[in-house]
């Protein structure tokens, strides 16, 4: 499903044209070009939607706004590394899985002791 820019507007009350300009000129949203427009996929609404509550509700400016969404997009590009670490732990023999999480609790352990 995509939506129009124009789409975008309406779906978001507070969101004003010239703002939504202004995160895609900052590459926070990434829609895709279409004509003198855009379309806006699911993920670029939802990201549209968490720049409308960082930036109405929570009050963040510009520069606050760029380090909260590089730290969750740091964040989302670890979860997508431990599901597909996860996944390929999943694929190995039990033994080589029970050797994984008894080196992983050893591990965790120690850490905790310092």
Known sequence: MTITEAEIVVR???LERH???RWIGAGWLKPEASGASYLFDEADVAR???LCDLSFDMELQEEELALVLSLIDRLNGTRTML???TAAVKSQ???VRDAILAE???LLGAGSQT
């Open 12 to 14: 978001f009350t507070r």
């Open 48 to 50: 549209a939607h968490l």
């Open 83 to 85: 599901r597909a670490l």
């Open 93 to 95: 023999p039990a033994a």
């Open 19 to 21: 703002m939504l300009e």
């Open 104 to 106: 992983m609790r050893a």
